[in-house]
């Protein structure tokens, strides 16, 4: 008999997993310890992270525990599981490499079987910062509602099984997606997360004040008698159903949070079997689709691209615009600035117009955000700029370079601005003084672009391209600051002719003369921006070796 004849366990019998929990406990728990000595900073910020957590920790837990006996208690216990659930659910999305330690591309190539694995995995992702504020919230969730031997005996089984569930959620989530947070669009993600949080606050704030006017906690209850039958909240439910009689209830919604585990420990288990026995096929052929449309987008009989292109006077200002756009869609951090700039600017005016606080002039802060996007112009080329300064041999080609990027600019804020004006104008119904926000929009605009451009040539600094959250090199922070703080302040007085004919008008009551606003605010926004772009391509040209220097740090 060959050697190929040979049963193939017998030449590679399993390894044992019997104690592979208190392996993977300890392995997380050294691996936490190495990583805190590495710099004190990292100490530093691990111990602030956890003060923090528990201090936020402990203020839930009084409150709630001051909810016991209140009649909304069950509602506020109910609806915060649930938010804490959902964030188990999406923010591995966000921030994939908040705990590295447990990634499981890392165990591959080690013969272990998916059941104790994800056992394993499962325990010792209890430990860190976030499973203990979450153990913090389940408790006093369950002090608030606890009354009786009964409800005793269900919030004893409802806590660990919500605990295991935001845990196996959060795992689940992240194996099933490990190879997207991975890729580039996973580091678009991680990269985005700013976004989300700024944009949640935003809705949390406007949520909060609805609330309020529409008379306390009761207006949550339709809200908590949807969440009461989803999983991770249905524990929870269960305690508040066991201690006021409704047993069967009880066991129904403790099922619910029990089967959801199960299933999610399915689940987790076949992504894991597959990501621990499947190539990783997501990046093949991935150029012939490029290729092809590449080849549509050309003009039958011309050597131009159509679209945007056709529109474009050839040479540089096409060159540079083309690019300046194919950075917005595909660089991580311009994008995420880009993205930012965007969602903030319209969530502020529209908002406050939502809750009907607002004012139509409101919407003069998306020029402003949208603006902020001219700074720091060859710091988001980083290290390629160089590719840049050789092009640019006269006051003229930076001129041109910096117009051409202007431009781009313009391509995306000038429609973007009108229609934040437009909708924030017919939310709150308030028509007439529509033009002079136009007119003080451009002018604000034009503004930025000036100081934008001189900026970029007078203080650049670098973006480092690691780290989602790191926008400026070390030690040059200082310049980032004088920048964007020098922009902001210096915007409403360039735009100050402007803003003064604007307040005259309201002020003498011309408000039907307000479209001469749209007027002034074109024709002085173009001067200020066609200035500026002179200038800044002065300076950029004599400051080239400079420029060059300072972008291509870190």
Same mark, same amino acid.
């Given at each position: 008999?060959?050697?190929?004849?040979?049963?193939?366990? %017998?030449?590679? +019998?399993?390894? +044992?997993?019997?104690?592979?929990? +208190?392996?993977?406990?300890?392995?997380?728990?050294?691996?936490?310890?190495?990583?805190?000595?590495?710099? %004190?900073?990292?100490?530093?910020?691990?111990?602030?992270?956890?003060?923090?957590?528990?201090?936020?920790?402990?203020?839930?837990?009084?409150? =709630?525990?001051?909810?016991?006996?209140?009649?909304?208690?069950?509602?506020?216990?109910?609806?915060?599981?649930?938010?804490?659930?959902?964030?188990?659910?999406?923010?591995?999305?966000?921030?994939?490499?908040?705990?590295?330690?447990?990634?499981?591309?890392?165990?591959?190539?080690?013969?272990?079987?998916?059941?104790?694995?994800? #056992?394993?995995?499962?325990?010792?992702?209890?430990?860190?910062?976030?499973?203990?504020?979450?153990?913090?919230?389940?408790?006093?969730?369950?002090?608030?509602?606890?009354?009786?031997?009964?409800?005793?005996?269900?919030? !004893?089984?409802?806590?660990?099984?919500?605990? =295991? =569930?935001?845990?196996?959620?959060?795992?689940?989530?992240?194996?099933?997606?490990?190879?997207?947070?991975?890729?580039?669009?996973?580091?678009?993600?991680?990269?985005?997360?700013?976004?989300?949080?700024?944009?949640?606050?935003?809705?949390?704030?406007?949520?909060? &004040?609805?609330?309020?006017?529409?008379?306390?906690?009761?207006?949550?209850?339709? %809200?908590?008698?949807?969440?009461?039958?989803?999983?991770?909240?249905?524990?929870?439910?269960?305690?508040?159903?066991?201690?006021?009689?409704?047993?069967?209830?009880?066991?129904?919604?403790?099922?619910?949070?029990?089967?959801?585990?199960?299933?999610?420990?399915?689940?987790?288990?076949?992504?894991?079997?597959?990501?621990?026995?499947?190539?990783?096929?997501?990046?093949?052929?991935?150029?012939?689709?490029?290729?092809?449309?590449?080849?549509?987008?050309?003009?039958?009989?011309?050597?131009?691209?159509?679209?945007?292109?056709?529109?474009?006077?050839?040479?540089?200002?096409?060159?540079?615009?083309?690019?300046?756009?194919?950075?917005?869609?595909?660089?991580?951090?311009?994008?995420?600035?880009?993205?930012?700039?965007?969602?903030?600017?319209?969530?502020?005016?529209?908002?406050? %117009?939502? &809750?009907?606080?607002?004012?139509?002039?409101?919407?003069?802060?998306?020029?402003?955000?949208?603006?902020?996007?001219?700074?720091?112009?060859?710091?988001?080329?980083?290290?390629?700029?160089?590719?840049?300064?050789?092009?640019?041999?006269?006051?003229?080609?930076?001129?041109?370079?910096?117009?051409?990027?202007?431009?781009?600019?313009?391509?995306?804020?000038?429609?973007?601005?009108? !229609?934040?004006?437009?909708?924030?104008?017919?939310?709150?119904?308030?028509?007439?003084?529509?033009?002079? !926000?136009?007119?003080?929009?451009?002018?604000?605009?034009?503004?930025?672009?000036?100081?934008?451009?001189?900026?970029?040539?007078?203080?650049?600094?670098?973006?480092?391209?690691?780290?989602?959250?790191?926008?400026?090199?070390?030690?040059?922070?200082?310049?980032?600051?004088?920048?964007?703080?020098?922009?902001?302040?210096?915007?409403? !007085?360039?735009?100050?002719?402007?803003?003064?004919?604007?307040?005259?008008?309201?002020?003498?009551?011309? #408000?039907?003369?307000?479209?001469?606003?749209?007027?002034?605010?074109?024709?002085?926004?173009?001067?200020?921006?066609?200035?500026?772009?002179?200038?800044?391509?002065?300076?950029?040209?004599?400051?080239?070796?400079?420029? =060059?220097?300072?972008?291509?740090?870190?």
């Amino acid at each position: 008999m060959s050697v190929l004849d040979a049963p193939v366990a %017998a030449a590679a +019998p399993a390894a +044992p997993t019997t104690g592979l929990t +208190p392996v993977f406990v300890r392995l997380k728990l050294t691996i936490l310890r190495n990583g805190l000595r590495q710099s %004190a900073g990292r100490t530093t910020a691990f111990v602030v992270s956890l003060v923090f957590a528990l201090l936020v920790a402990a203020g839930q837990v009084l409150g =709630l525990i001051l909810l016991r006996g209140n009649e909304h208690a069950g509602t506020v216990a109910v609806l915060l599981t649930a938010f804490v659930a959902l964030g188990w659910a999406v923010l591995p999305l966000f921030f994939p490499s908040g705990d590295d330690t447990l990634d499981p591309t890392r165990l591959v190539m080690l013969p272990l079987r998916p059941r104790p694995l994800i #056992r394993a995995l499962l325990v010792s992702s209890m430990i860190g910062i976030g499973p203990l504020f979450t153990l913090c919230l389940v408790v006093g969730s369950v002090l608030a509602l606890a009354h009786g031997a009964a409800g005793m005996v269900f919030a !004893v089984l409802g806590v660990p099984l919500a605990m =295991l =569930l935001c845990v196996a959620l959060s795992r689940a989530v992240t194996t099933a997606n490990v190879r997207l947070l991975n890729s580039r669009k996973g580091r678009d993600l991680a990269v985005l997360s700013g976004l989300v949080i700024a944009v949640g606050i935003q809705f949390v704030n406007f949520g909060a &004040q609805r609330l309020g006017q529409a008379g306390g906690l009761s207006a949550l209850e339709p %809200a908590a008698n949807v969440a009461r039958w989803l999983p991770g909240a249905s524990a929870i439910a269960a305690v508040d159903a066991a201690s006021g009689g409704s047993y069967g209830v009880a066991v129904v919604q403790l099922l619910i949070t029990a089967a959801a585990l199960v299933a999610l420990m399915w689940m987790w288990q076949r992504s894991l079997t597959k990501l621990m026995t499947s190539p990783d096929g997501s990046t093949l052929a991935a150029a012939a689709p490029a290729r092809k449309e590449g080849r549509k987008d050309k003009e039958p009989g011309s050597g131009r691209a159509g679209g945007l292109s056709g529109l474009l006077p050839e040479g540089r200002t096409e060159t540079v615009v083309r690019r300046s756009l194919r950075y917005v869609a595909r660089d991580p951090k311009t994008k995420a600035a880009w993205v930012t700039a965007l969602a903030i600017g319209a969530i502020v005016p529209l908002l406050n %117009a939502l &809750q009907g606080t607002g004012s139509v002039y409101f919407a003069c802060f998306v020029a402003g955000m949208l603006g902020m996007q001219m700074f720091n112009q060859f710091g988001q080329d980083t290290s390629a700029f160089w590719m840049v300064a050789l092009t640019i041999s006269s006051t003229r080609d930076a001129y041109v370079e910096l117009r051409a990027r202007a431009l781009a600019l313009l391509l995306i804020t000038l429609p973007y601005t009108l !229609v934040v004006c437009l909708v924030t104008a017919a939310i709150l119904g308030d028509w007439q003084p529509l033009p002079g !926000v136009m007119g003080l929009s451009f002018a604000l605009l034009g503004a930025m672009l000036a100081i934008g451009a001189f900026a970029s040539a007078r203080f650049p600094y670098s973006i480092p391209q690691e780290g989602a959250f790191k926008n400026v090199a070390p030690g040059q922070g200082g310049i980032a600051w004088i920048s964007i703080l020098g922009g902001m302040l210096a915007a409403p !007085v360039l735009a100050g002719p402007v803003i003064a004919l604007t307040i005259w008008l309201h002020v003498a009551d011309h #408000r039907d003369a307000l479209w001469l606003v749209i007027l002034a605010g074109l024709g002085y926004g173009a001067f200020l921006a066609w200035a500026g772009l002179r200038i800044a391509a002065r300076r950029t040209a004599n400051r080239l070796p400079e420029i =060059l220097t300072a972008v291509s740090k870190g």
